[in-house]
């Protein structure tokens, strides 16, 4: 009798293992086919990033390195020399970078100043934050219209950094309101029982809880300032602006235009390295801020 309990339990403990072994394995084929539709959803859009943006990249890196698109020569890094040598670029470089150090500290440090109040009357009035989407929504040939009847007497690019932070501020105040309202407000309230004032109150305790936002805005803005060039282009109206407004994207643009790829394709490339050293900087020192 024993022996046949045994037995028993024996092939009831294997049937169990059995079952669990099958369960499993049914769990990891579950797995298998949701990788595999996974990547099946992400091929269109891989495909996509291949065919318009590695495929050109590649192609612009291609014709940075050879002679002309003629006589398809290796030309090394001639076409680099010649571009950072270029007293045209080298102009278009020095307005992009002014346009960063002045431009886009106006623009975040008035998005946040903006932000702060809002974030006091977004309870009463939600509607509010709405009303920052429209310099993005209005079409950018009207604005350039009440541009060129307002500061058309203006000689520097004071016009341009206006232009520039009027279009992008809507989405910074954005991004910095919802930062702003998603504070842990028992902080905010101990802060106050302390004593702090409200200077020291966002010195002290906001502008470091939302840094991580301030960061992301400030990569944001500057990118976005490399993208000006049509707001820009509409008003002055031509191809050559005044020495003060002529940026990489006039430089690059009034290459394509003569068909001297080569510098198109060198400046380009230049452009990119800029963009990704700025970013990379960013993006390294806020993690070491957060470490």
Known sequence: ???????????EKKYKAKAFTKSLNYRALGKINWNRRCILCLIPSL???????????LRVLYYSVINDQFNKKFAGFRNYLDTLSNPHF?????????LILIGVPLLVILALIISLLLAYYLERYPSLQDAF?????IPTASIVLIWQELFGRFHSAVPIYLLFIWKNIGICIILLTAALTTLDKNALEAAKIDGARAFMLHLK????MI???????VLLSIVNSFRIFKESYLYYGNKYP??????????MNNNFLKFNYQALASGSILTTLLILL?????LRLQRRYQS
Do not use: E, R
């Open 278 to 282: 700025i970013v990379g900087a960013g």
């Open 133 to 137: 989407i429209l310099p993005m929504l």
């Open 242 to 251: 005044p020495d003060h407004s002529y940026t990489l994207q006039y430089y």
């Open 1 to 11: 009798m024993m022996t046949q309990n045994k037995a028993i339990n024996n092939s």
């Open 90 to 98: 080298q102009l278009a470089m020095k307005n992009s970078l002014l």
């Open 205 to 208: 305790i906001t502008l470091p």
């Open 211 to 217: 840094l991580p936002s301030i960061f992301f805005t």
């Open 47 to 57: 495909l996509g990033m291949t065919i318009f943006f590695f495929w050109p990249f």
